[in-house]
Nanobody
Framework: QVELVQSGGGLVQAGGSSRLSCAAS????????IGWFRQAPGKERVGVSC????????VYAASVKGRFTISRDNAKNTVYLQMNSLEPEDTAVYYC????????????????????WGQGTQVTVSS
């Protein structure tokens, strides 16, 4: 049974940093495409960053490129999202997601391509 358990997040001041964790069970993260998504109030859930299973290719949304870093620890079966230089516009509920297939959608870090989701964690950036 695929399960994703998220931790981290909370209240951060603008310009600060935070790290989100996504611990996986029931599968090996190295074999899956893992993504981070976020949903702000009244907005759709959008892709933030994804890491691919085989070649470790990473994808970032333009709004977070250079500030956020996705990484994977195979020994801990966990994927992280390090968020630096946070802005109030980064305030959202963040979700991790996983899918075993590299498809057009997962390669593009599109939420429609992902089958399994974490519970979500709130990140609030105060100005």
């Amino acid at each position: 049974q695929v399960e994703l358990v998220q931790s981290g997040g909370g209240l951060v001041q603008a310009g600060g940093s935070s790290r989100l964790s996504c611990a996986a069970s029931g599968f090996a993260v190295k074999d899956y495409v893992i993504g981070w998504f976020r949903q702000a109030p009244g907005k759709e859930r959008v892709g933030v960053s994804c890491i691919h299973s085989r070649e470790l290719r990473t994808v970032y949304a333009a709004s977070v490129k250079g500030r956020f870093t996705i990484s994977r620890d195979n020994a801990k079966n966990t994927v992280y999202l390090q968020m630096n230089s946070l802005e109030p516009e980064d305030t959202a509920v963040y979700y991790c997601a996983a899918d075993p297939l590299i498809t057009v959608q997962t390669a593009a870090c599109s939420r429609e391509g992902f089958d399994s989701w974490g519970q979500g964690t709130q990140v609030t950036v105060s100005s």
